[in-house]
C-alpha cells in the first residue's frame, strides 16, 4: 500500500500561481505513476495530469496543457504540479492518485488508480 499526501492549495487571485506536492510513502515500486484529479462542487473527479517515476513521461489533460507543468523528485518520493495562470475555473478540490504502469489510453481513468490521497483546495478568486 502506498499513502499519499498533498500539500501546497490555498487561495490565489486570477492569473496568480500555486504549486502542489504530494509526497508518496510505503511500498512505491518501479513504475509507479502519478496523477492529479480535480473534483468541482457536484462535478465527477477529472483528470489534470500524470507522470511516471522511472521515466519522466508526462500527460495533460487540455484544459491545463500549458500552463500546467507536472514534474518529480525521485529522491523525495514526491510529485508536484506548478499551476500558473489560474482560472476560476480551476477552482476544486486537488487529489494526487497512484497506480502501476500508467499508458496513454487509460491515464485518466480514476477508476483504475488504487492509492488516493485526501485532497487539498485550490480557491481561484477573479
Known amino acids: 500500500q502506498v499513502q499519499l499526501v498533498e500539500s501546497g492549495g490555498g487561495l490565489v487571485q486570477a492569473g496568480g500561481s500555486l504549486r502542489l506536492s504530494c509526497a508518496a510513502s510505503?511500498?512505491?515500486?518501479?513504475?509507479?505513476?502519478l496523477s492529479w484529479f480535480r473534483q468541482r462542487p457536484g462535478q465527477e473527479r477529472q483528470f489534470v495530469a500524470a507522470i511516471s517515476l522511472n521515466q519522466g513521461t508526462t500527460y495533460y489533460s487540455d484544459s491545463v496543457k500549458g500552463r500546467f507543468t507536472i514534474s518529480k523528485d525521485n529522491a523525495k518520493a514526491t510529485v508536484y504540479l506548478q499551476m500558473n495562470d489560474l482560472e476560476s475555473e480551476d477552482t476544486a478540490v486537488y487529489f494526487c492518485?497512484?497506480?502501476?504502469?500508467?499508458?496513454?489510453?487509460?491515464?485518466?481513468?480514476?477508476?483504475?488508480?488504487?492509492?488516493w490521497g485526501q485532497g487539498t483546495q485550490v480557491t481561484v478568486a477573479s
Open positions: 492518485a497512484g497506480r502501476l504502469l500508467i499508458t496513454r489510453a487509460d491515464v485518466g481513468n480514476l477508476k483504475t488508480y488504487r492509492d
Open positions: 510505503g511500498r512505491v515500486f518501479a513504475g509507479y505513476a
